[in-house]
């Protein structure tokens, strides 16, 4: 009987937890790979593996995270998402940087505030002799799905009665068989300490559904992309030459359509990742927090010199199934974003399991005095402090402890406390006495040569055939990252469509672990680019404008 109970115990199915107005793509990618839905009147809080909200967390449930939990939001990550704070952070970038690098954002004004400035580069273009006006493009800072935009070139068009944007609006876009397009590039961070970047090699390409033209800027299905607007379309069902039905297409589709033309998509692949993490490291970094990640959706618009300019970053974006190509890469996308939360067989006990201890909360001190965390734990990550985490050394020998051990804590659950239980205030309080020794900590640790970094930070190896060592991956964290190899605690560079972009080399890695060095990192961006662009010239224009036309 003891050991059906146990079999039982550790054939128990991964749980899911959904807020309201979660994605219903999400329940049912999550319902045909085995998992169960949280029942909360049946299971404890923190009896669940994943927490999918459509909203930011609350804090405390970032300090309350177990080792087998994934919260699919980080801290803060609304920095990038809402569009003044991405236009002041990508203006900050700029100023530090310099624009060579930060070139790949329209020049943009957030207002009111800075009315007088658009006023001024607005009237300085009208009374520049021989030069065309611009177009702008005025978006509100907090709404998505293109609701409230409004295209402009005459400043008398101009109104608005809430905080907007004013970009200047891309006017030679990339067109295929006349009609407007962009691409929504699914971006998933791992961790932000340290930068730890995916991006999906699928995605989807969105077309207006009528015809690009500068004669009617108040037709959205002309100028504006949105699949929530041209849905309602007279053209949207019909069949467009050149384009088919709808107003999508695949990553795979369009890269092939370029290349019948001759175009580098892999060049034009390799700017598009440097914008995305030119982009991230503008707002990093973000608060440290466990277990999480977080989905972007970047929204890149190509010109027709096949430019890529970042229109904006969407939180949450859209996972809704409009047609069939919505739902193959949607699909393929959740369940390979399940395979990069690397969940193992114990995840399911949803235990903390140590071996000849009891089931509960347990501290495991990765230093002991007179060793580097190195020394003692070779292979694992070095924390600073302590961290809280799973203490088996592999899925079986954690099974076979937790054999016992559950029916023991069932019969314990009523005990009186041995010791006073933990609050958040407390939990504070401990960190806020731990900062003096923790910077020491970090004193040292910088001024130790680091025995990893053995690449020539000149020399840039692709993600596929480069691996950091353990040594690098040196932050504050709750819990052992779940993103690192089970094998050799590495970043795992591929998972289904999902390719590590960042680190992409030793110095990347080094520079943004701990204290996050974006000047180094941004040298090392410099040196990348340097590679991968000696000439910077594009195709011959006769290929461009053949292209564009088509």
């Known amino acids: 009987m003891a050991g059906d109970h146990d079999a039982t115990e550790i054939l128990k199915p991964l749980v899911f937890r959904l807020h309201e107005n979660a994605p219903a793509v999400v329940r049912e990618v999550l319902l045909e790979r085995g998992w169960t839905e949280f029942d909360k009147?049946?299971?404890?809080?923190?009896?669940?593996?994943?927490?999918?909200?459509?909203?930011?967390?609350?804090?405390?449930?970032?300090?309350?995270?177990?080792?087998?939990?994934?919260?699919?939001?980080?801290?803060?990550?609304?920095?990038?998402?809402?569009?003044?704070?991405?236009?002041?952070?990508?203006?900050?970038?700029?100023?530090?940087?310099?624009?060579?690098?930060?070139?790949?954002?329209?020049?943009?004004?957030?207002?009111?505030?800075?009315?007088?400035?658009?006023?001024?580069?607005?009237?300085?273009?009208?009374?520049?002799?021989?030069?065309?006006?611009?177009y702008w493009i005025c978006k509100p800072v907090d709404l998505s799905r293109g609701r409230g935009i409004l295209i402009f070139q005459d400043i008398k068009d101009?109104?608005?009665?809430?905080?907007?944007?004013?970009?200047?609006?891309?006017?030679?876009?990339?067109?295929?068989?006349?009609?407007?397009?962009?691409?929504?590039?699914?971006?998933?961070?791992?961790?932000?300490?340290?930068?730890?970047?995916?991006?999906?090699?699928?995605?989807?390409?969105?077309?207006?559904?009528?015809?690009?033209?500068?004669?009617?800027?108040?037709?959205?299905?002309?100028?504006?992309?949105?699949?929530?607007i041209n849905k309602y379309g007279a053209s949207y069902k019909k069949y467009k030459e050149g384009i088919g039905h709808g107003c999508k297409w695949t990553f795979s589709k369009f890269r092939s359509y370029l290349r019948i033309y001759g175009v580098d998509d892999l060049l034009l692949w390799k700017k598009i990742n440097n914008i995305v993490m030119l982009t991230l490291l503008a707002v990093t970094p973000l608060p440290a927090a466990s277990n999480c990640f977080e989905l972007f959706g970047f929204d890149i618009l190509i010109d027709d010199k096949f430019k890529p300019w970042l229109l904006e970053v969407n939180y949450n974006p859209a996972l809704c199934l409009d047609c069939s190509i919505d739902a193959t890469v949607k699909r393929k996308l959740l369940h390979d974003i399940v395979e990069l939360l690397n969940y193992k067989q114990i995840d399911a006990l949803r235990q903390n399991q140590a071996a000849g201890t009891k089931a509960g909360r347990t501290h495991v001190s990765l230093r002991t005095p007179g060793k580097s965390a190195l020394e003692e734990a070779p292979g694992f990550l070095s924390c600073q402090g302590e961290a809280e985490y799973t203490a088996v050394s592999s899925v079986q020998s954690a099974l076979q402890a937790a054999k016992g051990s559950i029916l023991k804590a069932n019969q314990t659950k009523k005990t009186a406390r041995g010791h006073p239980r933990k609050t958040l205030t407390s939990q504070l309080r401990e960190r806020m006495n731990m900062t003096k020794t923790s910077s020491q900590a970090k004193a040292e640790t910088r001024s130790k040569q680091l025995p990893g970094a053995v690449h020539s930070p000149q020399q840039f190896v692709p993600p596929s055939c480069w691996l950091p060592t353990p040594n690098f991956w040196n932050c504050k964290l709750t819990t052992l990252p779940y993103f690192l190899s089970e094998k050799d605690q590495r970043p795992i560079p591929r998972v289904g469509d999902f390719v590590l972009i960042f680190p992409f080399n030793e110095a990347a890695l080094q520079a943004s672990r701990g204290a996050i060095n974006v000047k180094s990192i941004i040298q090392e961006i410099n040196k990348l680019v340097i590679k991968q662009f000696p000439s910077k010239q594009m195709k011959t224009k006769k290929r461009v404008d053949y292209l564009a036309s088509m």
């Open 158 to 228: 101009f109104a608005y009665d809430c905080t907007v944007i004013v970009q200047k609006y891309i006017s030679n876009p990339l067109l295929i068989s006349g009609y407007k397009l962009d691409l929504r590039l699914y971006v998933c961070v791992t961790s932000f300490c340290p930068l730890t970047i995916y991006t999906y090699e699928e995605g989807l390409v969105r077309f207006a559904t009528e015809k690009f033209d500068l004669g009617s800027l108040d037709n959205v299905y002309s100028h504006l992309t949105n699949t929530s």
């Open 41 to 134: 009147k049946e299971q404890g809080d923190r009896d669940w593996n994943l927490y999918w909200r459509s909203s930011p967390f609350r804090m405390t449930d970032y300090c309350s995270i177990k080792p087998w939990q994934r919260l699919n939001h980080y801290p803060e990550a609304v920095r990038i998402t809402r569009k003044d704070y991405l236009v002041r952070h990508l203006k900050r970038m700029k100023g530090a940087y310099g624009s060579a690098l930060y070139e790949f954002s329209p020049v943009a004004f957030i207002m009111p505030n800075d009315y007088v400035k658009f006023v001024a580069e607005y009237s300085k273009e009208k009374q520049s002799p021989g030069r065309r006006s611009s």
